[in-house]
């Protein structure tokens, strides 16, 4: 019952209106701080499961990473045979071998599988499984390597190096030594018996790029036998013998071979008096293989393919040896500032860099197979003073009881090699006196030879790994 004195004080509209906005917002604001908690909750919840996923992924990759180390020092301690790497032949197979199964990494289960791939490559996969992620790494590799992996390798003496500019891997069974200074070696150094400094030279004033070692393992030299049985791989005008139909009744008679493109002249003269006895020009040997059993006295031409010349004596080179594509661009070129020029047409200049020379990869250089010739002589492999002023020599060479060296007879200039020089005793570009290709040197390791060495190529019992991959 309501007091006569009191009073009802009624509410405006507009003050109803503003309560009930309040209201309003109030509630939307509650709304909305919930959905947001709740996509909160629900974002760090999705997080988590992405993180732990994640952590999952990774650590399969890398129990499968891991299982590769393992295999690749199975391959580094496996002891050779006649057929290669013991290790890696008994656990690999052309359909896929298991060669370990439930490898424990961690907790991590890992499988891995080798197959031949042929030409000496095999390609190793480890499968590792997490839960429910399996993750695969790949890995190519050759149980041996080729003797063409070096730009340099002396066994039985020092490498001497002056002001050359050389890429590549350097390595010496004996002493690696530096003279004058100045020298540039992009690529590792090693030797057995040590690193030396003469004539001005020291480590600070030569510069390194790669490992530097004096105390490397001796790299075993192959048996001179090893190149005798490559005949048994050639036949028709490829053998160049007595033994071979093609040749045979000539009596003894020298070697001239000429590389025409993706033909080869080989020319066969008697020693006495140097007639023609046969001459001809034919295909690249379909097995890229051309075994001559005396000297071959003249070496020269541009190449476009693969060819191995072995010999049961020695090598004269008289002329450039270029790799060309099938529209005869070469595989490197001279340039001046910047400005391709002809390597015959830049008179007596050295092709240095305080001159302003650059010997670089030919950017229209596109060959349908990359050219390579490898050179293997019983005896010296020379470049001769038959051989233009300005020398280009495009091979991996391998000299197996003498030396690669040019000749001194004359003052020369230029010299460029690029691909990789194997050999038994030191050999040289230049004297003192400036006879020989004395006015600049430089050596480029052609990096194709790592996986695409010459055919037939001498080999070192070492392994060589590409780079893995994730399948």
Known sequence: MMNKNSRVIPLKMDELNQQGMLLVMVTAMIAAMLLFLGSFLLGVTSRAKVVAAYEITYQARYAAESALEVVKNNIKTSAYNVNGNIWLTNNSSAGGYLAINDLMIGTIPVDVTITTLGTGWHRVAATAQSGYTNSSVILECRGRDSFSRYMFMISLDD????????????????????????????????????IGYYSGASAANTTFYGEVNGYAATVPWPSTSEIATLQTSTSGVYDVSNSSSEYAGFGAFNTE???????????????????????????????????????????????????????????????????????????????????????????????????????????????????????????????????????????????????????????????????????????????????????????????????????????????????????
Not at 160 to 187: L, P
Not at 317 to 346: C, F, H, Q, S, W
């Open 159 to 194: 490498i001497n190096i002056g002001t050359s500019t050389v890429h590549g891997d350097v390595h010496a069974n004996r002493k690696v030594n530096f003279y004058y200074g100045g020298a540039m070696m992009y690529d590792d150094v090693t030797a057995v018996d040590g």
């Open 257 to 471: 071979i000429e590389f025409l493109g993706n033909q080869v002249k080989i020319t066969a003269k008697k020693i006495s008096d140097g007639s023609t006895l046969k001459t001809g020009t034919y295909p690249l040997p379909a097995n890229n293989l051309i075994f001559v059993q005396n000297n071959v006295t003249s070496l020269k031409g541009d190449i476009n393919g693969r060819v191995t010349v072995a010999t049961m004596s020695a090598v004269n080179v008289t002329g450039k040896v270029r790799y060309i594509d099938n529209e005869g661009d070469k595989a490197y070129i001279l340039k001046r500032y910047g400005v391709e020029v002809n390597p015959d047409m830049t008179g007596t200049d050295a092709w240095t860099t305080a001159n302003g020379y650059t010997y670089e990869a030919n950017s229209a250089y596109n060959p349908s197979v990359l050219s390579t010739v490898g050179i293997m002589a019983l005896n010296d492999i020379q470049i001769t003073s038959a051989a233009p002023y300005n020398m280009e020599f495009h091979g991996a060479t391998f000299s197996s009881t003498g030396k690669w060296y040019c000749s001194l007879a004359q003052q020369k200039g230029n010299l460029r090699v690029l691909g990789s020089q194997v050999q038994k005793y030191r050999g040289w570009r230049y004297n003192g006196s400036g006879y020989g290709w004395a006015k600049s040197g430089e050596y480029i390791y052609d990096s194709a030879l790592l996986n695409n060495p010459p055919a037939y190529y001498l080999q070192v019992d070492t392994p060589v790994f590409g780079a893995w991959f994730r399948n």
